[in-house]
Nanobody, 120 residues
Framework: QVQLVESGGGLVQAGGSLRLSCAAS????????MGWFRQAPGKEREFVAE???????HYADSVKGRFTISRDNAKNTVYLQMNSLKPEDTAVYYC??????????????WGQGTQVTVSS
């Protein structure tokens, strides 16, 4: 059974940092796109970042220069380092895995999400 489990969310002040982790189990995802998405209250789920072994990571413009995605294939884990956090980054953050990258419809497996709240 495939599982993606996110951790590391929480409450942080604006300008602070958090590191999210996503531990995958049930299969090896080394050849998959691994992505982070987020969904704020009343808004659609949106792309944040994704990573694949043969290309540079891809980021949404809103987080470029502040967030860094990385992966440890040996641990089947993907990370999202979030710096200089802003109140508008407040959302539930989801980890996902898929054979093709891009939008939410291209991802096959999803975690349950972890809440990130940034206070002003």
């Amino acid at each position: 059974q495939v599982q993606l489990v996110e951790s590391g969310g929480g409450l942080v002040q604006a300008g602070g940092s958090l590191r999210l982790s996503c531990a995958a189990s049930g299969r090896t995802f080394s050849s998959y796109f691994m992505g982070w998405f987020r969904q704020a209250p009343g808004k659609e789920r949106e792309f944040v970042a994704e990573i694949i072994w043969y290309n540079s990571p891809h980021y949404a413009d809103s987080v470029k220069g502040r967030f860094t995605i990385s992966r440890d294939n040996a641990k089947n884990t993907v990370y999202l380092q979030m710096n200089s956090l802003k109140p508008e980054d407040t959302a539930v953050y989801y980890c996902a895995a898929g054979r093709t990258g891009g939008g939410t419809s291209n991802y096959d497996y999803w975690g349950q999400g972890t809440q990130v709240t940034v206070s002003s």
